[in-house]
């Protein structure tokens, strides 16, 4: 890029939003939503070369659209950051956390003081964690030239209430969307770090069970870290048909076929393979505003 990086974002109010293109707004509706992304994360899922990203985002945080925190992790490089929204950027979308009713805006106060608050949470890294997984989705996708698309991506809080108006008692880490070979697949995601005991994860089934009965039979995919946890999940799920699970190792993209179903016998398929029924048409079901999905 030849255009100089500036330094602040100038005299007039929101002034800032001349910089922005269609890629930045994508962004910063993602971090709205997501609350937190990695530079590998928004590299991957936004831009074809790392260099470039890397001065964009270095951009968009000197006009404090975005800001950043250089997080400590063995495996991240020099580069790395923990990227979200700026006091500007939220003024241009605002935060999931406030609420699709809420009148509240940020200031340079309370914007400090939540973003505080989400650097030291103790779920930060299983939100990083899930929000791998969709962005690898999201990379997968833009190298399909629109064959394959990640046509939703809610977080946990966007999943839970929106589901939860059916009366829904769900918690996903993630619920999403993928379209690929002309099927539609919706999913809800459970993120396991090894962290819990294998009976912590199938207490969670039950509410998609109860969800199952109103709303859409979506998979309950369980990423988990190794393939020793994945097989021990996939003998005590043997018995369990009341609604789709399907089980897999962490994997670089989990859009192809290592998905293993349960007491099914058969080898590992593709995410676009999955059985999913969307249920009644309504507010949340796909193909409501796309027929021919």
């Known amino acids: ?34 609350q937190i992304l990695t530079t590998s994360q928004i590299t991957r899922a936004f831009f074809d070369h790392s260099r470039i990203a890397r001065r964009r985002l270095t951009i968009l945080t000197r006009l404090e659209i975005l800001d950043r925190f250089r997080f400590n992790l063995k495996a991240a490089g020099p580069e790395e950051y923990i ?13 999931s956390v406030f609420g699709p009713d809420s009148r509240r805006h940020d200031t340079a106060r309370s914007h400090r003081e939540r973003v505080n608050n989400l650097l030291r ?17 999201l990379a997968d996708a833009r190298s399909s030239a629109g064959n394959r698309a990640l046509a939703r991506w809610w977080s946990e809080q966007h999943a ?34 090894g962290s819990e ?21 979506y998979p309950v ?13 996939l003998v005590k799920l043997a018995d369990h048909t009341r609604i789709p699970i399907a089980v897999a190792a962490h994997h670089p993209n989990p859009a192809g076929p290592i998905w293993h179903l349960p007491g099914s016998g058969r080898a590992p398929i593709a995410l676009h393979e999955l059985p999913s ?8 079901n796909p193909n409501r505003f796309d027929p021919n999905a």
């Open 1 to 34: 890029m030849s255009r100089r990086i500036p330094r602040q974002p100038g005299p007039r109010p929101h002034a800032f939003t001349e910089h922005l293109t269609r890629r930045d707004i994508d962004i910063l509706t993602r971090l709205a939503e997501h």
């Open 83 to 95: 990227y979200f929204l700026g006091l500007n950027g939220a003024a241009v979308r605002r935060p």
């Open 121 to 137: 949470s103790q779920r930060r890294e299983h939100t990083l964690g899930a929000n791998d997984f969709f962005t690898r989705l």
């Open 160 to 193: 839970t209430d929106a589901y939860g108006a059916s009366g829904a008692r769900i918690r996903p880490d993630g619920h999403g969307v993928w379209r690929a070979h002309g099927r539609t697949v919706g999913f809800w995601l459970e993120h396991d770090t």
């Open 197 to 217: 005991k294998h009976q912590q994860l199938l207490d969670k089934l039950p509410g998609y069970e109860a969800a199952a009965h109103t709303g859409p039979i």
């Open 221 to 233: 995919l369980l990423w988990v870290p190794s393939t020793g946890r994945r097989d021990r999940l």
């Open 277 to 284: 029924n969307h249920g009644p048409i309504g507010a949340t």
